[in-house]
């Protein structure tokens, strides 16, 4: 387990979602680590819209894989998502909304800030 990371912001990155459990240590946050070549560390909250053009683009987030552990997505729920598919995603007009302080700071390597402030619902 990596230690405590920041978010876009630059404070402490805050839990993304726990039902269903995400991130790609499964801990609940957009950790990321060596391991992790996509870059899993957008905390969305997908809606039907980007899941259509998820699997579109081949990765179907929907279907349940049981022997993963995954139980599929749908519409509201929170996931940790590849940086480089949310980007890709918000050029093709369908990025999800984002919890920005839940959105891990790594994102920014891929993704511009105002981007990603333009799609957030979690700062006033």
């Known amino acids: 387990m990596p230690k405590p990371q920041k978010n876009v912001l630059g404070t402490i990155l805050e839990v993304c979602g726990t039902d269903p459990i995400t991130g790609y ?3 609940g946050c957009c950790n990321t680590g060596d391991g992790d070549v996509g870059t899993h560390t957008v905390c969305a909250v997908v809606d039907d819209r980007f899941l259509e053009f998820s699997m579109s683009k ?3 987030l929907v279907t349940p ?3 993963y552990g995954f139980e599929g997505l749908k ?3 929170c996931w940790c998502l590849c940086a480089v598919r949310w980007e890709e995603a918000r050029r093709a007009g ?3 909304r984002v919890k920005i302080t839940s959105t891990n700071i790594k994102t920014l390597k891929y ?3 105002q981007d990603l ?3 957030q619902i979690d700062l006033n």
């Open 75 to 77: 519409n509201g729920d």
């Open 94 to 96: 369908c990025a999800p």
């Open 58 to 60: 081949g990765n179907d």
């Open 117 to 119: 402030k333009d799609h």
């Open 65 to 67: 894989r049981p022997e």
């Open 111 to 113: 993704v511009r800030l």
């Open 25 to 27: 240590f499964r801990d």
